[in-house]
Nanobody, 119 residues
Framework: VQLQASGGGLVQAGGSLRLSCAASGRHVRTYALGWFRQAPGKNREYVAGVSLRGSVYYSDSVKGRFTISRENVNDTVDLQMSSLKPEDTAVYYC??????????????WGQGTLVTVSS
């Protein structure tokens, strides 16, 4: 499975940004898709995930502000980020795994895209 993320950039606090990830490869539609992030000096955090059937997971830190969506026709997964905070600054990675219910289930990773939120 190959994953290509895009959409990062610089945004002011309170603003919005949309990340997109294109997935390809064998059996990609059988995988859960998700987004992780890693801020400088911090561990990687599982931010949001979506199952093949559309069940979703959000971390407490983004719940109510971020929305994950999956388009199975085009094999894409987007992360709409709103009410951004400086602490959302991180490199964001899309990933594919066997279930959206566990961060440890993700086996395939795309390259990161940097999101910077200025105060």
């Amino acid at each position: 499975v190959q994953l290509q993320a895009s959409g990062g950039g610089l945004v002011q606090a309170g603003g919005s940004l949309r990340l997109s990830c294109a997935a390809s490869g064998r059996h990609v539609r059988t995988y859960a898709l998700g987004w992780f992030r890693q801020a400088p000096g911090k561990n990687r955090e599982y931010v949001a995930g979506v199952s093949l059937r559309g069940s979703v997971y959000y971390s407490d830190s983004v719940k109510g502000r971020f929305t994950i969506s999956r388009e199975n026709v085009n094999d894409t997964v987007d992360l709409q980020m709103s009410s951004l905070k400086p602490e959302d600054t991180a490199v964001y990675y899309c990933a594919a795994g066997t279930t959206h219910l566990s961060s440890r289930a993700y086996k395939y990773w795309g390259q990161g895209t940097l999101v910077t939120v200025s105060s």
